[in-house]
């Protein structure tokens, strides 16, 4: 089992940034891909980003890229999203996620966080 806590999320003018924060516990995060998703108020989840194990490997949802960097500290069991210039619809529950396998669908995801809130206002 893998245990992951969000943190860092908030609310936050258009073109701010926030970075959010993803603490893992439990079995070697340093084995898993992570990943982050969103969710906004009436939609399915949504692919962000992910990261594989080491690191060396990123890729982004369309819509983020350019604005946001995933990145993570195997040494800290962390994991980080770092979003600059927001945009309102940018809001949404943000979900840190791990997985053996990697991939762009949450359903490839083991693992998940409890979330945190990302309000974006214009």
């Known amino acids: 089992q893998v245990q992951l806590v969000e943190s860092g999320g908030g609310l936050v003018q258009a073109g701010g940034s926030l970075r959010l924060s993803c603490a893992a516990s439990?079995?070697?995060?340093?084995?898993?891909?992570m990943g982050w998703f969103r969710q906004a108020p009436g939609k399915e989840r949504e692919f962000v980003a992910r990261i594989n194990w080491s690191g060396g490997s990123v890729y982004y949802a369309d819509s983020v890229k350019g604005r946001f960097t995933i990145s993570r500290d195997n040494a800290k069991n962390s994991g980080y999203l770092q979003m600059n210039n927001l945009k309102p619809e940018d809001t949404a529950v943000y979900y840190c996620?791990?997985?053996?396998?990697?991939?762009?669908?949450?359903?490839?995801?083991?693992?998940w966080g409890q979330g945190t809130q990302v309000t974006v206002s214009s």
């Open positions: 439990g079995r070697t995060f340093s084995r898993y891909a």
């Open positions: 996620s791990a997985t053996g396998t990697g991939g762009t669908t949450p359903q490839m995801y083991a693992y």
